[in-house]
Nanobody, 114 residues
Framework: QVQLVESGGGLVQAGGSLRLSCAAS????????MGWYRQAPGKQRDLVAT??????NYADSVKGRFTVSRDNAKNMVYLQMNSLKPEDTAVYYC?????????WGKGTLVSVSS
């Protein structure tokens, strides 16, 4: 079993920054990809950013503002969010892909006020 715990969410004004962290623990032998998704009220869960060995992928809406990174030794993934906008308000979920097995965190709320 794998557990994911997110932290770093909160309330911030537009233009501000937040850094999300996600720690993965449990039966982890090899991680393919780690990443972040978000779900705004009344909307589907969408990809924000993912990172594999040496490659990152971002949603168009966050390119140039968000940066995803990972610490393989600690099984952690981070999301640095700058120039936040009210439309970034959502619950942010951490995801880990163990080569076909997907695990999710419980989510952390990010609220951006205008």
């Amino acid at each position: 079993q794998v557990q994911l715990v997110e932290s770093g969410g909160g309330l911030v004004q537009a233009g501000g920054s937040l850094r999300l962290s996600c720690a993965a623990s449990g039966s982890i032998f090899s991680i393919n990809a780690m990443g972040w998704y978000r779900q705004a009220p009344g909307k589907q869960r969408d990809l924000v950013a993912t990172i594999t060995s040496g490659r990152t992928n971002y949603a168009d809406s966050v390119k140039g503002r968000f940066t995803v990174s990972r610490d393989n030794a600690k099984n952690m993934v981070y999301l640095q969010m700058n120039s936040l906008k009210p439309e970034d308000t959502a619950v942010y979920y951490c995801n880990v892909d163990l080569w076909g097995e997907n695990y999710w965190g419980k989510g952390t709320l990010v609220s951006v006020s205008s």
